[in-house]
């Protein structure tokens, strides 16, 4: 077998002194377990943090453990009933020429006319299918509406943009370079593309002059703040990935958008004023917490109208200690 294995964690930017090439023996397969000759290899951006050994949604890669990625292949060997050798499968796993998996780990790729085995990888496969979640659970585009993506021309933000047009958004994509761009608008389809190359700001003024409805996020960095003072009210941000940081060591100062990835954070703003129910429904249930004294408050009581703007001023700097109000 052939493997790359992990060889040292990066600071930033990985590099050849981070990997090593193994020749290893074949491994032996167990009970229920099928040989898979790996024929495609899936690289990811996911795959610069299994490098690191911070703390992250999935486990890092073992220094000296084989570097993670899934791969399609053919079983060439099956001591699992559901497979016989030559049948092509996914689900098999690392950057290495042979496998041993369980058979329930694997899947049979469906034969379907058009569709080679490495889409599984790619359109068919996790980037699609994250696309696809990305698109109509989390920006749930509605029609006339503009659409933004970012890294348009790539595995996740090409089928998410097209998505989002068949839904019958306006979509702009945004990429590095005029021949990704030309690929975007020619060959994927969408009505325009931004070369983050240039004056993004501006760019994005003219196509999007009425702002932006939804932005599908796979970039962060530079692209996130030329798009994020462009959003309309009540826009959708899809915070699928920030590769422009994944090397950038130590991470810029504010707070780190990539844990809204990470943590599967939701961040909505709201304005009170915008939920009319809400007023006589917490009434109602703060009336009887008040009531039978299971709600506790505070107030503040200042004296007098001409004490109202020291009251206000000292409410800015922390000097009430409770609800302000002014006793008339
Ligand atoms: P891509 O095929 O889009 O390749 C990455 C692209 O990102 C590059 O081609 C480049 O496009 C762009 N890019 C890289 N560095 C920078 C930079 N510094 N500034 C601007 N653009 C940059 O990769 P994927 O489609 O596989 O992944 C896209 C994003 O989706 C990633 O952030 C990834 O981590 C995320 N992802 C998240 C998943 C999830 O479950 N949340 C699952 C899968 C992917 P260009 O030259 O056009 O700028």
Redesign the pocket.
């Known amino acids: 077998n052939r493997q790359i294995l992990l060889k040292a964690r990066p600071k930033d930017r990985p590099g050849p002194e981070h990997f090593e090439l193994a020749e290893t023996p074949l491994p032996e397969i167990g009970k229920n377990e099928v040989l898979v000759r790996h024929r495609f290899l899936s690289l ?3 795959m610069r943090g299994r490098m690191d050994d911070s703390a992250s949604y999935a486990a890092p890669v073992p220094l000296g453990g084989v570097m993670e990625g899934e791969c399609v292949g053919e079983v060439v060997e099956s001591r699992h009933p559901g497979f016989a050798p030559g049948d092509w499968v996914g689900g098999a796993r690392g950057w290495q020429l042979y496998s041993a998996a369980p058979g329930h780990t694997v899947q049979k790729l469906p034969a379907v006319e058009g569709v080679p085995p490495s889409a599984y990888l790619g359109v068919l496969g ?2 699609g299918t ?1 696309a696809w ?2 698109v109509t659970e989390i920006g749930q585009p509605k029609p006339g509406e503009t659409f933004v993506v ?9 089928i998410a943009g097209q998505i989002a047009r068949r839904m019958g958004c306006r979509v702009i994509g ?4 005029a021949e ?1 761009c030309r690929y975007v608008t020619e060959e994927l389809g969408f009505d325009a593309c931004l070369d ?1 190359r240039g004056d993004l700001g501006r760019q994005l003024d003219e196509a999007c002059p009425n702002g932006i409805d939804v932005y599908f996020e ?6 996130l703040q030329a798009v994020f003072p462009r959003m309309r009210d009540f826009g959708r941000i899809a ?6 940081d ?1 090397n950038v060591r130590p991470l810029p100062p504010g707070p780190s958008l990539a844990s809204v ?1 990470r943590k599967r954070l939701r961040l909505q703003g709201f304005i009170v004023t915008d939920h009319p129910r809400a007023w006589p429904s917490w009434r109602e249930h703060g009336a009887a917490w008040v009531r039978d004294g299971s709600l506790r408050w505070k107030e503040d009581m200042a004296e007098g109208l001409e004490n109202a703007p020291a009251a206000f001023t000292g409410l800015l700097e922390g000097k009430n200690f409770g609800k302000l109000v002014v006793k008339l």
């Open positions: 990811d951006p996911y996790m980037p994250t979640v990305g970012a890294a348009a021309s790539g595995a996740v933000g090409g945004i990429a590095g370079g990704k983050h796979n970039v962060g960095g530079a692209v915070f699928c990935g920030m590769v422009a994944y990835v």
